[in-house]
Each structure stands twice: as C-alpha cells, then as structure tokens.
C-alpha cells in the first residue's frame, strides 16, 4: 500500500535536511537536522508489513535483498562520485605542489566502511558522504530486523526501542570520548527511530484520533514543531523525545489520508517521495560542486553570504535533482527491475 502523504513528508523532509547544510545556525533551521529522525520513523513504519511477515531464510533472504538494492545504487553513485571529486582536488593540489589541509579519508578502512554501509561504527569514514551515516544505521536496523525475525512483533518493537534509549543515553555519559559518543548517539537514533515506526504500524489502527482534517493537520505540524523546542532546551532531551512526536505525525498524517480525497495530489506526493532519498543523498555532493565552481571560476553569486544564499540554494536543488533524475532512470529502477525479489 502506497501512502501519498508520507511520500510528500519524505520529501519535505529531506528538504529541510538540505536547508539545514546550508543554513545550519538560522533560527529554526538549525533544527532541522532532527528530520533524520523523522526518516527513522518512516522507515519502520513503511517497513513494518515486510518485517511482520520474517519467518524463515527465504523470507529473511528475500527482505535483506530488497533493502541492499534499494538502498546501495543511489548510494553507490554518490559514493563514488565523490571520491572522484576528492581524488581530482587532491591531485590539483600535487601538481600544485600545495598541501590540502581538509582533504576526505581515502584509507583502506573508511573505504570498505563506506562500501559495506558500516560508517556508523568508524569515527572518519562517515566523512566520506556525510549523510550515509544515517543509511548505515537504517541497513544496521534493517539486519537486526532479520536476526529477530523469528520473535513476536512485540518483542521485536520491545528489542529495537529499548537498546535505543540505551544507547542514547548510553552516549550521554561518554563525553569524555567524542568517537564514542557519536557512535552510541547513531546507533541509538537508528534503533529508537525504526522502533517506533513498528509501533506507530501495530497501533495505527487502534487510535480513535479525531476526523477533522484541520486538526489532522496541525497535530502533523505542531510534534515536529514541539521536537524543535524541546532540542533548544535539550539536545539529549530531544535526542529521546523526538521519535515519539515524530510518531504523532506519521500517524495524524496516515489518519489524514484515510479522510481526504488526494487524486489531484498523488502525482506530486508520489514525486516527492521518489526523490527524497536521492536529494537526502545527492545534496552534499551538489554543494561541493556549487562550491567548486564559486571558488575554482569565481561565480560569486553562489557564495553563501550573496543574497543570502538563495542562489547557490537554488543552483544546489537543480544540480541534486538532476543527479537524482539520472541515477533514478539509468542506474536505481534498471536494477531494481532486474535484481528485486518479487
């Protein structure tokens, strides 16, 4: 079953992950980084028919498949894309005879680490595309799913929420060890997150939440809001809390879509989530190309403090739309037709 709503969340979401990178430090933008946690709860929602019905190695086999080729195209592409980048700057540099001091690590081990979707557990190769340290504690949820599957959907919700309050506050206390604590904090986000959302699947139907599309919608956009507050007040605060409002507006929006007529509205919505993950993935990658050429051939006016920074935003949108289009129609749905379980 398809959701249109949630579709359209993803990809708003991932734009305000985008805004975030970019205007990280303005007002309310500097909390948008907890839509992160967002793409956590979605996901567990989304997946949580496929992670119900895990009972034996072909279906494990089959769920494990699926998530490797949805995931690793896109990725792949970006991955690669980048170290291309990097390796030519580098080498501009060599030539040059100059030192690049904020080169990316190119070593053996943040490269399998990267390769493997393993970032989350080593402090350097998340460097290498930022945002897939997010998609390696998704894959890390995605195999817990698999070792658990043989345990009620209880219990399962049970063996994701409660080492993911664990290990969040686990990272509270290891301040001492930035490394450490960084790690502790994605692996519990991921673990938390995806917990939730087979929470919010197991309950969607048993709220008795209000019909009124106005009120719907407000809760949708007040637990996001008030996820923000409580991260202004308390990043560890927020760090728990989150996944539970984010929670609220997966379920008012999966509500809202039961009460509304969306036809006008579905190819949009459907664009949207099509593209989320690549503009979640893409974007790093668009903003070092902007970068690049405001720097390399002295395009001033994408310079983030040039008005405002609406031009390189918008320069970085086209540039990761297009990347995401490409990969979409030549690389991720060929592969997805010919390597998918069906």
Same mark, same amino acid.
């Given at each position: 079953?398809?959701?249109?709503?949630?579709?359209?969340?993803?990809?708003?979401?991932?734009?305000?992950?985008?805004?975030?990178?970019?205007?990280?430090?303005?007002?309310?933008?500097?909390?948008?980084?907890?839509?992160?946690?967002?793409?956590?709860?979605?996901?567990?929602?989304?997946?949580?028919?496929?992670?119900?019905?895990?009972?034996?190695?072909?279906?494990?086999?089959?769920?494990?498949?699926?998530?490797? !080729?949805?995931?690793?195209?896109?990725?792949?592409?970006?991955?690669? !894309?980048?170290?291309?980048?990097?390796?030519?700057?580098?080498?501009?540099?060599?030539?040059?005879?100059?030192?690049?001091?904020?080169?990316?690590?190119?070593?053996?081990?943040?490269?399998?680490?990267?390769?493997?979707?393993?970032?989350?557990?080593?402090?350097?190769?998340?460097?290498?595309?930022?945002?897939?340290?997010?998609?390696?504690?998704?894959?890390?949820?995605?195999?817990?799913?698999?070792?658990?599957?043989?345990?009620?959907?209880?219990?399962?919700?049970?063996?994701?929420?409660?080492?993911?309050?664990?290990?969040?506050?686990?990272?509270?206390?290891?301040?001492?060890?930035?490394?450490?604590?960084?790690?502790?904090?994605?692996?519990?986000?991921?673990?938390?997150?995806?917990?939730?959302?087979?929470?919010?699947?197991?309950?969607?139907?048993?709220?008795?939440?209000?019909?009124?599309?106005?009120?719907?919608?407000?809760?949708?956009?007040?637990?996001?809001?008030?996820?923000?507050?409580?991260?202004?007040?308390?990043?560890?605060?927020?760090?728990?809390?989150?996944?539970?409002?984010?929670?609220?507006?997966?379920?008012?929006?999966?509500?809202?879509?039961?009460?509304?007529?969306?036809?006008?509205?579905?190819?949009?919505?459907?664009?949207?989530?099509?593209?989320?993950?690549?503009?979640?993935?893409?974007?790093?990658?668009?903003?070092?190309?902007?970068?690049?050429?405001?720097?390399?051939?002295?395009?001033?006016?994408?310079?983030?403090?040039?008005?405002?920074?609406?031009?390189?935003?918008?320069?970085?949108?086209?540039?990761?739309?297009?990347?995401?289009?490409?990969?979409?129609?030549?690389?991720?749905?060929?592969?997805?037709?010919?390597?998918?379980?069906?």
């Amino acid at each position: 079953m398809r959701f249109y709503l949630l579709d359209a969340a993803r990809g708003f979401a991932a734009i305000c992950v985008v805004l975030f990178h970019l205007y990280s430090g303005t007002l309310i933008i500097e909390n948008f980084f907890l839509f992160v946690d967002f793409f956590f709860v979605l996901s567990g929602f989304v997946l949580a028919p496929s992670v119900s019905k895990l009972s034996g190695a072909r279906q494990i086999r089959k769920f494990i498949w699926n998530r490797f !080729v949805r995931l690793f195209p896109m990725a792949y592409s970006a991955l690669f !894309v980048v170290i291309f980048i990097q390796l030519t700057v580098n080498l501009k540099y060599k030539i040059a005879g100059e030192i690049l001091s904020n080169s990316i690590p190119l070593d053996p081990l943040t490269f399998l680490a990267s390769i493997l979707f393993l970032q989350v557990f080593s402090a350097n190769s998340q460097l290498l595309l930022y945002p897939l340290w997010s998609l390696s504690s998704e894959w890390l949820a995605n195999l817990f799913a698999s070792l658990i599957s043989f345990l009620s959907m209880s219990k399962k919700i049970a063996l994701f929420i409660l080492p993911g309050f664990f290990f969040i506050g686990l990272s509270i206390t290891i301040e001492v060890n930035p490394d450490l604590q960084n790690l502790t904090n994605q692996i519990g986000r991921g673990l938390l997150g995806f917990g939730f959302g087979l929470l919010v699947w197991k309950l969607k139907d048993r709220f008795l939440l209000p019909t009124r599309q106005l009120l719907l919608i407000t809760i949708s956009i007040a637990a996001p809001i008030l996820a923000f507050y409580v991260n202004y007040i308390s990043f560890f605060t927020a760090m728990f809390l989150s996944p539970i409002l984010f929670s609220f507006s997966i379920l008012t929006l999966y509500r809202l879509e039961i009460c509304i007529n969306l036809n006008s509205a579905k190819n949009i919505c459907r664009y949207l989530g099509k593209t989320s993950y690549g503009i979640y993935v893409w974007h790093v990658v668009a903003t070092n190309i902007v970068s690049l050429l405001s720097k390399n051939i002295g395009w001033r006016i994408f310079e983030p403090q040039i008005l405002h920074g609406i031009p390189r935003l918008t320069l970085v949108l086209i540039i990761t739309i297009c990347l995401t289009e490409v990969v979409l129609r030549l690389i991720e749905v060929p592969i997805r037709k010919k390597l998918s379980y069906v």
